[in-house]
């Protein structure tokens, strides 16, 4: 078992910043990708970035030059820095990851609880 905890979200003006962390914890071998993704309300899950174990990075449109996903993969933490931020940002912010708990298994995707950002405008 595994568990994803986000932290760092929060209220925050438009045109700010916010840096969420997600830790993963349990029974780790190994993390392969891992990911953001929002949720508005009333609206789809979407994706807002990915990064590989290796740090090759993906975007969504309406986030690159403003976020930036990165990995401590000594630490299994996962980060999005948030710059710049308009109220269309304002979701609830998942963690995910893709991880294997023992030597050569499969990876099993996780999801963890997920962390409210408010822009107000």
């Known amino acids: 078992q595994v568990q994803l905890v986000e932290s760092g979200g929060g209220l925050v003006q438009a045109g700010g910043s916010l840096r969420l962390s997600c830790a993963a914890s349990?029974?780790?071998?190994?993390?392969?990708?891992m990911g953001w993704y929002r949720q508005a309300l009333g609206k789809q899950r979407e994706l807002v970035a990915t990064?590989?174990?290796?740090?090759?990075?993906n975007y969504a449109d309406s986030v690159k030059g403003r976020f930036a996903i990165s990995r401590d993969n000594a630490k299994n933490t996962l980060y999005l820095q948030m710059n710049s931020l308009t109220p269309e940002d304002t979701a609830v912010y998942y963690c995910?990851?893709?991880?294997?708990?023992?030597?050569?298994?499969?990876?099993?995707?996780?999801w963890g609880q997920g962390t409210q950002v408010t822009v107000s405008s």
């Open positions: 990064i590989t174990s290796g740090g090759s990075t």
């Open positions: 349990g029974n780790i071998f190994s993390i392969n990708a």
């Open positions: 995910s990851a893709d991880y294997g708990p023992y030597y050569n298994s499969a990876y099993v995707h996780s």
